[in-house]
Nanobody, 124 residues
Framework: QVQLVESGGGLVQAGGSLGLSCAASGRTFSKNAMGWFRQALGKEREFVAVINWGGGSTSYADSVKGRFTISRDNAKNTVYLQMNSLKPEDTAVYYC?????????????????WGQGTQVTVSS
């Protein structure tokens, strides 16, 4: 059974930092692009960041560019999202997802595997 399990969410003050992890099990994702999405209360799920299979290519939503960093460790079958300079508008449930392709894409419809999400709350 394939599982993506997010961890590292929590409550942080504006300007603070949090690091999210997504551990995959059930199969290796070393050849798959993986990404992070988020969904705020009452809003649609939106793209945050994506990384290709080797980690050499990344893409970010404009709203997080320069503040968030996506990375991966294929030996650990894990992808990370380091979030710095957090703002109240970053408050959302953050989801890890994996494509069946090696290439980056920001369209959530092209991600096949999804985690259950982890809550990030940024207080002002």
């Amino acid at each position: 059974q394939v599982q993506l399990v997010e961890s590292g969410g929590g409550l942080v003050q504006a300007g603070g930092s949090l690091g999210l992890s997504c551990a995959a099990s059930g199969r290796t994702f070393s050849k798959n692009a993986m990404g992070w999405f988020r969904q705020a209360l009452g809003k649609e799920r939106e793209f945050v960041a994506v990384i290709n299979w080797g980690g050499g290519s990344t893409s970010y939503a404009d709203s997080v560019k320069g503040r968030f960093t996506i990375s991966r460790d294929n030996a650990k079958n894990t992808v990370y999202l380091q979030m710095n300079s957090l703002k109240p508008e970053d408050t959302a449930v953050y989801y890890c997802a994996a494509r069946t392709s090696s290439y980056i894409d920001a369209d959530l419809r092209r991600f096949y595997y999804w985690g259950q999400g982890t809550q990030v709350t940024v207080s002002s």
